[in-house]
């Protein structure tokens, strides 16, 4: 009998766009990097199954590069360096992070030094840690990273189109691609900037919903989009999140703990396959796996 897990995940290949998309010719193995992201990573459960999963899924996708959002990773809020080191030691290359960035200070002395971990580019100059990150692919390719946050429901940030604009010009020249986390709650404000970087970015891809969006796509000039990669970790709760306290709070008004929820643990992350010759998308598919298949079945 199937698990209410089995039952509910399921692997989303047929959303692979195909190869032969009017120009975009399929690199060959040598050329492609195939670059997994993985959404927002709630609390333990999400550290875990992040943990299970990875090493698997970077054997069946022959993955090339791993990115995580573990902005949530501690507890609901923030990341500690011990989990920032936990997730390095099961195939992650690189994490962002999103407006819990600094809720856990111990994160900051990593923020600041040359570690694969970088803060939103249009947070104020003084906010601590880097704007960009280049990361080596298994065969040795530098692939960049970029961070940026949202300012439509979001507490006030500097502009991210603009902010996009002033570290391009810093991105080393030599490179395979780009990836950017769009960290926002608008899907307006999502496709906005990643029509704006179409072309420019391999990848335009959101967090900090925590809802999965259907919405995957390659965008006209070649860059992958989607408004949100979803969450990792306990689906049975509202975002990742206790339903009673949620629930106690919205009808009393009064202030509780938001404790990670339990249960239904999945990993959400999308898989996108760049030609390093044009730095452009080929493909891009979401992948769920659930803590009790991380073979991604
Ligand atoms: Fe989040
Ligand atoms: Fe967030």
Not at 151 to 157: L, Q, W
Not at 178 to 187: I, Q
Not at 206 to 221: F, K, M, N, W, Y
Not at 241 to 255: A, C, L
């Amino acid at each position: 009998m199937e698990s209410r897990n089995e039952s509910r995940v399921s692997n989303f290949n047929e959303g692979r766009l195909p190869d032969s998309k009017a120009g975009v010719t399929s690199p060959g193995r040598a050329d492609e990097i195939r670059l997994l992201f993985v959404g927002d990573i709630v609390g333990k459960p999400g550290v875990d199954v992040t943990c299970k999963a990875i090493p698997v899924l970077r054997e069946q996708h022959e993955l090339d590069l791993v990115v995580v959002n573990g902005e949530n990773a501690e507890n609901g809020s923030g990341i500690t360096k011990a989990i920032f080191n936990r997730l390095r030691d099961h195939g992650v290359d690189g994490v962002t992070l999103g407006d819990h960035i600094y809720r856990k200070r111990e994160i900051i002395p990593i923020l600041e030094s040359d570690a694969p971990v970088i803060r939103p580019a249009n947070y104020p100059p003084e906010a601590p840690g880097r704007e960009w990150m280049t990361l080596i692919t298994t065969s040795g390719v530098p692939f960049c990273v970029v961070s940026l946050i949202g300012r439509v429901f979001m507490k006030p940030a500097d502009c991210p189109f603009h902010a996009a604009d002033r570290i391009w010009s810093q991105l080393p020249k030599k490179r395979g691609g780009v990836l950017v986390d769009f960290h926002a709650e608008a899907t307006s404000d999502k496709q906005l900037l990643g029509r704006y970087l179409d072309g420019r970015a391999s990848a335009v891809l959101g967090t900090h919903t925590h809802v999965t969006t259907a919405d995957e796509q390659i965008l006209p000039s070649g860059t992958a989009f989607q408004c949100d990669v979803g969450m990792t970790g306990p689906h049975d709760g509202i975002i990742g999140r206790r339903y009673d306290r949620v629930m106690e709070t919205t009808f009393t008004q009064r202030p509780t703990s938001f404790n990670v929820a339990k249960g239904d643990n999945r990993l959400s992350g999308t898989l996108v396959v760049v030609d390093s010759r044009t730095h452009k998308a080929v493909s891009i598919e979401r992948v769920k796996v659930n803590e009790d298949a991380p073979q991604g079945s």
